[in-house]
């Protein structure tokens, strides 16, 4: 049976090849004679000004260039209510630098105002993605506006792992135990909180809400590959505990999380290939339709948008801030950790990725709200998939070039998480429809893997309470990664 998507691809194909024939057949005016004789009955627009990158009409600004009164005023409206709110945060933004060089012994108000910073750098990282995204082709604008929103999480990612110090009395956090617990944390977040938040939205209008299999189909699929993926080192780790040299076996663990990582980006870089060329008339027509059923169609195109030098000049400032805010956060997690009692997997797994994801989440919902579901529910499943096969791996790869003992040997707790929320977000996904009920079912989820995060011990923490225990990594020198498997 043929899908209606691809009916639609095709018929847009042949409406452009018809389009092309008239256009190449329709005669054209070269003398003012053949010019309409009363020009003041059109209403004719001035031309947009010309630009060496061609930009789609969907993201025209009618400007170029650089002009600050209106780069300030389109980056304060935004793209949407939330994201208006959302700036209101931007005063926190001067306070914690400020207080991070003037109080530094003040640590957990440190924490806190760079926390609440992130919230609104990232918000312009994505809304100056969006607007950079709407000005090419939709399927590479949903991949680049899915990878812009990702620079927060690589960022993090990376500020982590070159801050990394062996475990030790002086340094009991694991930064690269973090980095593993916010890679399942960021994918868990966006696969249950966001899409459950989508799914919610889309309910406030509407009793269901439907969306192309295209879509779910190679999400889901891509999802439990990358699951799969992301548990083979656990799982060759956990089997040889005990069994083989510790060292050895950390050894082969972590060669095998690098060849791992490898064979993911290779994987996401097939399905980049896939959505941009031998299947991107689908897609295309599928996001087109998006677009039209949008109920906010027609206040975006009113909406003032940034010029292409502006989108880039915001994006970045924004990375500029992203960068100097992630490093304050990551200086004081040992704080948060050592002194507060906080849990290192509550902050992995919850702390990190809500903040570096709040401005994805939020355009998703937005898209939600307006009827656009399958345009919200790629850009769930792209930015779930870009974790799951790109920046995780790419944390891998980062931490084998500065000779960090970054690998996939994840907590069995958190695994087994990650593994039932993508047969859980998979068996919503099968019937290509969604309600506010699967929504509340997937925000239920995710809150009570948070309450279980918040009370998982620290490994040094098991270690103390349980220092003969033969599942505990006793030795200092190896007491890094593998130090809470049991």
């Known amino acids: 049976m043929t899908s209606p998507y691809h009916t639609a691809a095709r018929e847009k194909r042949a409406a452009e090849r018809a389009s092309d024939e008239r256009n190449t057949t329709l005669p054209v005016a070269s003398t003012e004679t053949?010019?309409?004789?009363?020009?003041?009955?059109?209403?004719i627009h001035p031309p947009a000004p010309k630009s060496w990158f061609p930009v789609r009409e969907a993201g025209e600004s009618g400007r170029s260039g650089f002009h600050p009164w209106h780069f300030f005023r389109v980056i304060a409206r935004s793209s949407n209510l939330a994201s208006r709110i959302v700036n209101i945060l931007w005063p926190v933004v001067p306070a914690a630098l400020a207080v991070r060089y003037a109080a530094p012994h003040q640590e957990l108000a440190i924490f806190i105002l760079a926390y609440i910073a992130m919230v609104p750098c990232a918000n312009l990282v994505g809304f100056a993605g969006q607007n950079l995204a709407k000005k090419v082709p939709h399927v590479f604008g949903v991949l680049a506006e899915t990878t812009f929103g990702?620079?927060?999480?690589?960022?993090?990612?990376?500020?982590?792992?070159?801050?990394?110090?062996?475990?030790?009395?002086?340094?009991?956090?694991?930064?690269?135990?973090?980095?593993?617990?916010?890679?399942?944390?960021?994918?868990?977040a966006t696969m249950l909180l966001c899409l459950g938040f989508c799914f919610i939205a889309a309910g406030f209008k509407r009793k269901e809400t439907h969306f192309s299999e295209i879509v779910s189909e190679a999400g889901s699929g891509l999802l439990l590959t990358a699951g799969f993926g992301l548990a083979v080192p656990t799982a060759f780790y956990t089997a040889l505990y005990g069994r083989y040299d510790t060292n050895e076996l950390k050894r082969k663990t972590l060669e095998i999380s690098q060849s791992t990582a490898v064979l993911l980006i290779i994987a996401y870089l097939v399905y980049v290939f896939f959505q941009m060329r031998t299947h991107h008339g689908i897609y295309d027509a599928v996001f087109e339709a998006d677009h039209e059923r949008d109920d906010d169609k027609h206040k975006e195109l009113r909406s003032h948008r940034l010029t292409l030098v502006e989108s880039i000049i915001a994006l970045t400032i924004g990375i500029g801030l992203v960068t100097i805010i992630a490093i304050?956060?990551?200086?004081?997690?040992?704080?948060?950790?050592?002194?507060?009692?906080?849990?290192?997997?509550?902050?992995?797994?919850i702390m990190i990725p809500l903040v570096e994801k709040a401005a994805e989440h939020l355009t998703a919902v937005d898209e939600a709200y307006d009827n656009s579901m399958n345009i919200a529910l790629s850009a769930v499943l792209g930015s779930t998939l870009q974790t799951a096969l790109l920046n995780g791996p790419l944390a891998v790869i980062i931490g084998w070039g500065l000779g960090v003992p970054m690998g996939f040997n994840f907590e069995v707790f958190d695994l087994a998480m990650l593994l039932l929320a993508i047969l859980t977000v998979g068996n919503f996904l099968r019937d290509q429809k969604s309600n506010y009920l699967e929504g509340v079912l997937c925000v239920i989820v995710y809150v009570a893997i948070g309450v279980a995060a918040a009370h998982y011990p620290n490994p040094h923490a098991l270690h103390e309470a349980f220092p003969g225990n033969g599942t505990i990594t006793t030795a200092p020198e190896t007491a890094g990664s593998e130090a809470g498997h049991h």
Request: charged share 20%; glycine share 4%; no cysteine.
């Open 328 to 349: 304050t956060l990551v200086d004081k997690i040992h704080y948060l950790v050592e002194k507060r009692g906080v849990s290192d997997a509550f902050v992995g797994l």
């Open 150 to 188: 990702s620079l927060v999480e690589i960022i993090m990612f990376t500020v982590l792992i070159k801050q990394y110090h062996p475990p030790s009395p002086e340094h009991a956090v694991d930064n690269t135990q973090v980095v593993r617990a916010a890679i399942l944390g960021s994918i868990l």
């Open 34 to 43: 053949e010019r309409p004789h009363h020009p003041h009955h059109l209403h």
